[in-house]
């Protein structure tokens, strides 16, 4: 157990719909990163979170968005789904004191119909 | 941009023998490295890290890998597999500096046998 939780685990929606992904980090970490696992596309950053501001961004759609609040659990936003879409989605967190080694949650598993 | 490539996406070893799965990056700059490994249904978890310190790295369950600057490889291995070694490895590379993002490999499958 890496101490990263995230909910749902698994989500299964219509195309067209919007959902929200929650993670919650390891406790004392302020860094949140999402990453997308899909068969075509494989292990994808999309995007990270340092104490509320965001850091960094990767492949990340504009139908997608994120945001970290004062209680340091992350949200990803999935909205005007397709089919495509349908994948793991992975959180990670980081201590400030060890940035370099990040911690994954389970996952979850998005099935879009 | 860095990158890393995995060589060979399926494994296949008998049980007590020789691990070895290979992955070779690309960095500019130098590079953290690491080895992740995933279970079925499971995240991921990490087995080792390279951050420019001993380039002999010993990580959990047994494994180890060498980072080789000439080589510009980072392959991982372990003396004897074992059946719960069965698993997807993923070799993920992240440039030093601001940018904490962790740009992964395709993924090996490992496979062990009786």
């Known amino acids: 157990d890496s101490g990263v939780t995230q909910t749902p685990k698994h989500l299964i929606t219509a195309t067209g719909q919007r959902v929200t992904l929650r993670c919650s980090p390891r406790?004392?970490?302020?860094?949140v990163y999402w990453y997308q696992q899909s068969l075509d596309q494989g292990l994808q950053f999309l995007i990270q979170?340092?104490?509320?501001?965001?850091?960094a961004k990767g492949n990340i759609l504009e139908r997608f968005s994120a945001q970290q609040f004062p209680d340091l659990h992350s949200e990803l936003n999935l909205s005007s789904l397709e089919l495509g879409d349908s994948a793991l989605y992975f959180c990670?967190?980081?201590?400030?004191?060890?940035?370099?080694?990040?911690?994954f949650g389970p996952g979850t598993r998005l099935l879009v119909l | 941009a860095q990158s890393v490539t995995q060589l060979g996406s399926h494994v296949s070893v008998s049980e007590g023998a020789l691990v070895l799965l290979r992955c070779n990056y690309s960095?500019?700059?130098?590079?953290?490295l690491f080895w992740y490994v995933q279970y079925p249904n499971q995240g991921l978890q990490l087995l080792l890290k390279?951050?420019?310190?001993?380039?002999l790295v010993k990580g959990i369950n047994g494994f180890e890998a060498e980072f080789k600057k000439s080589e510009t490889s980072f392959h991982l291995t372990k003396p004897s597999a074992h059946m719960s070694d069965a698993a997807e490895y993923f070799c993920?590379?992240?440039?030093?500096?601001?940018?904490?993002?962790?740009?992964f490999g395709t993924g090996t499958r490992l496979q062990v046998t009786l």
């Open positions: 993920a590379v992240r440039v030093t500096g601001t940018a904490s993002k962790l740009t």
């Open positions: 990670a967190s980081s201590a400030w004191t060890d940035q370099e080694t990040q911690y």
């Open positions: 960095s500019s700059v130098p590079p953290y």
């Open positions: 979170y340092y104490n509320g501001e965001e850091r």
């Open positions: 390279y951050t420019s310190a001993a380039t």
């Open positions: 406790s004392g970490d302020l860094s």
